[in-house]
C-alpha cells in the first residue's frame, strides 16, 4: 500500500483526486494482463467493458514528438479491438493544455464536464437517520460479486449485455484491498452497489449505483459512507471520488467539496 495522505490543503486534495484515478486505472488494467502495455512513459488498458474509461491510455511524461508515433499505435491498437472510442488521461503533475497540441491532431476532444470532490474524513459528516430495512454487506464470495455486477450495471443503466465483462472484471481485481465492493440489500432484496479504492495513498469511492425503484431514500450516502468508514478505521485520512450530476448534492452533504473538474482527452473510432 502507498504511505497515506495526510496533506489536506487544496492543492494536495486535488492531486490526491487525479493520482487515486491513475491508480485505479493502472490495477484495472494490470487484471488483464494479456491486454495491458507500461513502460516509463505510458500505461494502456483494454477491457471488454465497452466504455471509454475502460480502455484508455494514461502519459506519465511531456509530450515529443516520437510520441506521435505512439498515439498512432494505440489508435490502431483500439480500432484492431473494435473499441467505439478510448480515452487519454495524464499523471496529476502534467496539465492538459501540454497534450492538447499533439493529441487535436489526431482528432481527440476534451472533456472536463465530471466534478472531482474531496474531504478531509475526519470531517466527515455522519447522517443520524438510517434508512429503514436497509442493510450493506462487504462482496465476499463470487456470488455476492455476480449480483453485484447486475445491480452496479442496471444501476447505471449500462447495456445488460455488459453484465458478464462487469462480472468478469470484478472477479479479476479480486476480493481483497486495495479494492473492496458493497452491497445494499432494501427489505432483504438487492438495491445498491459501491466501490473502495486504496491509491495514492487515498481512499477512493466509485461505483455508486442504486436501482431506480430504491432512489430517493437515502441509500447513495449510505452507499458512499459505509467504504469511508472502513477506510477511516484503516487510517485513511482523505475521501476522494468523481461525482455524477445526481449525486453532487449527496456528496456535499456527507462533507465533500468541489475542487476541480476531471480532465482528459477521447477519440471516437466508429
Not at 502507498?2 to 493520482?19: E, K, T, Y
Not at 508515433?69 to 494505440?74: D, L, M
Not at 455486477?149 to 449485455?161: M, S, W
Request: charged share 20%; aromatic share 12%; proline share 6%.
Amino acid at each position: 500500500m502507498d504511505r497515506i495522505q495526510s496533506d489536506v490543503s487544496n492543492l494536495a486534495l486535488i492531486s490526491s483526486i487525479r493520482a487515486n484515478m491513475c491508480a485505479f486505472f493502472r490495477t484495472l488494467g494490470r487484471s488483464f494482463p494479456e491486454d495491458y502495455f507500461e513502460n516509463e512513459s505510458y500505461a494502456r488498458w483494454h477491457m471488454p467493458v465497452a466504455h471509454p474509461w475502460f480502455n484508455g491510455v494514461l502519459c506519465s511524461s511531456l509530450p515529443e514528438e516520437s510520441d506521435a508515433a505512439f498515439i498512432e499505435a494505440s489508435i490502431r491498437y483500439f480500432r484492431a479491438q473494435n473499441v467505439g472510442s478510448f480515452t487519454w488521461w495524464m499523471e496529476p503533475h502534467l496539465k492538459c493544455p501540454d497534450w492538447q497540441p499533439i493529441l487535436a491532431s489526431h482528432g481527440f476532444g476534451f472533456s472536463n464536464d465530471t466534478p472531482g470532490m474531496a474531504m478531509d474524513l475526519r470531517e466527515m459528516v455522519e447522517p443520524g437517520q438510517t434508512v429503514n430495512g436497509f442493510e450493506i454487506r462487504e462482496v465476499m464470495d463470487d456470488a455476492s460479486l455476480k449480483i453485484w455486477a447486475h445491480i452496479f450495471t442496471t444501476g447505471y443503466g449500462l447495456p445488460a449485455a455488459w453484465e458478464p465483462s462487469v462480472c468478469e472484471l470484478e472477479q479479476r481485481l479480486g476480493l481483497d484491498l486495495p479494492v473492496r465492493n458493497f452491497l445494499g440489500y432494501l427489505n432483504g432484496e438487492p438495491a445498491a452497489t459501491s466501490t473502495l479504492f486504496l491509491g495514492a495513498g487515498v481512499a477512493g469511492i466509485y461505483n455508486v449505483a442504486t436501482m431506480p425503484g430504491a432512489r430517493g431514500k437515502g441509500i447513495g450516502a449510505a452507499m458512499t459512507l459505509r467504504p469511508l468508514q472502513d477506510a477511516r478505521e484503516l487510517g485513511y485520512r482523505i475521501g476522494i471520488l468523481q461525482s455524477s450530476e445526481m449525486g453532487f448534492g449527496v456528496y456535499q452533504k456527507l462533507g465533500f467539496r468541489h475542487l476541480c473538474q476531471i480532465e482528459y482527452f477521447h477519440l471516437a473510432l466508429t
